[in-house]
Every structure is written in C-alpha cells, then in structure tokens.
C-alpha cells in the first residue's frame, strides 16, 4: 500500500500541477485560425484571471477495481474508510476566488476572497474563507470523529479542559458551526511570527505578496514548458486538445515548477521534495503520460487525467484513478458568514502566557 501511495502522489505532483497550470489561464476568444494546437492551449494559459471571480474543482474518483487494489494491503476498517470517502462522486475540492475587479488586476497588498471546500464521499467535510483578511472555518466534526473511531463525548470532556475564553469557539465547532479569527487579529499573529525570527514558526511564513507574484510567473513558466516544449499537443476538435509525452520528463519539469511553492508549505521539507523527485526517476523512460484539456467560449474549461496510467497494472487491479479538474469564471462572490462564533486570539494567547 505504502509503494501504491507514494506512485499515486508521483502521478498526482505531474498531473494535479498541469491542471493547476490550466487553472490560472483563459482566452479572450477563439483558439484562433492561425494557432497550432500547443500555441491555441499556450495562449489560453497566458491570458490569467481575466474575470472578478474563479473557481477551480478537482475531482478523484477511483473506480471499484481501483479502490480494491488501494486497500488490498489495509486492515477491514482503513479499507471501509477509504470505500466510503471515494464513493458517491468520489473525492471533491473546490477553490474559488472573488474580487471587485478583475483577478489579474490585483496590486501587491489587495488579496482576492477565497474558499476552499472539501467534499468526500458526497459529504461536505470543511469549509474554509478568508474574507477581507478575516478568516473562518466551519467542519463537519461528527464525520471527522466517526473516521476517527472517536466518540463526542470523548471528545467533548477533553475540550472542557481548555481555557474558558475557547470554550463557546470550540463549543461551535464541534456542532458544524462557523468559528472565525478577525482581520486584526490574523495580523498579529503574522506580526508575531515574523518577531520569533528564525524559529519554526517564523520560518513558515508566507511570502510576501510580491515574492508569491514571482514565485507564480516561475511556475506558470516552467508548466508552460512541461506542456508546449517537453510535450505533444493535438486538436480532437470540438474544443478538446489531447496533451501526451513522457511520464519523467514531464514530471521532471512540474516538480521543478512547483518546488519552491512546496517549500513555502509549512511542514514540507527538502526531505519530502528530494522523495518526490527519487519517485519520479525510478519511472522508466518508456512511460507515457495522456491526459485531455477542453476550452469552452475561449477559457480552459476542464482537464481529466487517469493517474492509474503512472502505475502498472498490477497495482490497479485493471482499475482507473480520473483525475477531473473543472474551471469557471463566472464563479459567485466570497462573502462572509453570518451566526459565527469569533476566537479572542488575545485572550486566548494570554491564557497560556503569551500576548500579541
């Protein structure tokens, strides 16, 4: 289970990070009669964020053969886990992003709406916003623990034990309702770890805006070549483009792309990149990689890959692992929530001996 694990994340690093390349880009109209294939889809990525809002769904569905084959090592709970996560529409992320104005518009220092939704097994796990630098949160904490093999009440006569000022914020937690961190209060929090210098977590900052601007173009750049100079492009007409070339080299190039996102992760290490780049040279040369790009009314619409193709056979059971990445921008505006239950992060850090 472990070796089908980290070829999945290997399969996942080359086709999830094309997709995420799909993600950032659209047209302003046609493909174009005078473009080839690779310069139609070149020039559908180059055009970001030309809309208010955006959103961007993935979408991993395995199919029953598959799903056996991932838990054929796993003991009777872990595999009924895994069967009930990847049911009823499988595994569903969706990122969507929202502004006053166009989304490539944006200077350094005005940060769109955001939310990310986590759907599994068709039921809705975690949904996070950060509104107008204010940030909430809202879990399906029954799910969680019944995953868990824990029980509320366990849980709930441990939570007793946290300081006063948490209890009504964990109290609305645990019922699936909204808890939230203020505008001023993030800030803060921001400013405080960038005082503790070059202990952990400061080092897990984010980087500054203009930093992750850089750090965008490189990627958008590097993708770029992963699609157009180390790869394939067919027109299958009726908008669809066929992307095909070899597994390592394309994977090669993702990984180089999105390295220094990796690092900015907190938690990730030069460890877990240098496994991920060890993964991708024990693929043989001789593999393959195909996977489908639509555009609709001039936009990058959506992209499928099946990650089962990265592995062989015998680890698949002669199942499938589709990959399907959906894109919009006719998405709706990020907004607030209402009945949220607000952390005192000032209180809270005092709580425990600390101050903002």
């Not at 084959?69 to 990122?95: E, R, T, W």
Request: glycine letters at 10%; a negative charge.
């Amino acid at each position: 289970m472990r070796a089908l694990t980290m070829t999945i994340a290997v399969g996942a690093v080359a086709g999830l990070s094309l997709t995420a390349c799909s993600s950032s880009g659209s047209t302003g109209g046609g493909t174009g009669g005078s473009k080839n294939p690779t310069e139609a889809l070149a020039a559908a990525v180059h055009n970001i964020n030309s809309g208010n809002a955006e959103a961007f769904q993935l979408s991993l569905k395995p199919d029953d053969a598959m799903i056996a084959a991932m838990n054929k090592d796993s003991d009777p709970q872990s595999a009924q886990i895994a069967k009930s996560l990847f049911s009823n529409g499988g595994i569903v992320v969706k990122f969507t992003a929202s502004s006053d104005k166009p989304l490539k518009d944006l200077k350094p220092g005005e940060n769109p709406n955001v939310e990310l939704d986590l759907t599994a097994g068709g039921t809705d796990f975690l949904d996070i916003r950060m509104v107008g630098g204010a940030l909430y949160a809202k879990a399906n904490m029954p799910q969680f623990l019944q995953l868990a093999g824990k029980s509320a009440s366990d849980v709930n006569s441990q939570l007793s034990q946290a300081p006063a000022d948490f209890q009504a914020p964990l109290q609305a937690l645990m019922a699936g309702k909204w808890v939230g961190v203020s505008a001023a209060d993030l800030k803060n929090l921001e400013q405080m770890a960038q005082n503790l210098g070059n202990s952990d977590l400061g080092s897990s900052t984010a980087p500054s805006t203009s930093a992750g601007t850089q750090m965008l173009a490189g990627i958008e750049s590097n993708l770029m070549k992963a699609l157009t100079q180390d790869a394939t492009v067919t027109d299958k007409g009726s908008g669809q483009y066929e992307v095909s070339g070899k597994v390592k080299v394309i994977g090669q190039d993702v990984l180089q792309a999105i390295t220094p996102t990796l690092s900015a992760v907190p938690g990730k290490s030069k460890a877990d990149i240098d496994k991920l780049r060890q993964g991708l040279n024990s693929v043989p040369d001789s593999e393959n990689v195909t996977f489908n790009v639509w555009l609709k009314s001039g936009q990058i619409s959506e992209l499928q890959v099946d990650l089962a193709q990265f592995l062989p056979s015998s680890q698949t059971g002669g199942g499938h692992l589709p990959v399907d990445a959906k894109f919009s921008q006719t998405a709706g505006s990020v907004s607030a929530p209402g009945d949220v239950t607000n952390v005192d992060v000032q209180k809270l850090l005092s709580s425990f001996g600390q101050g903002l």
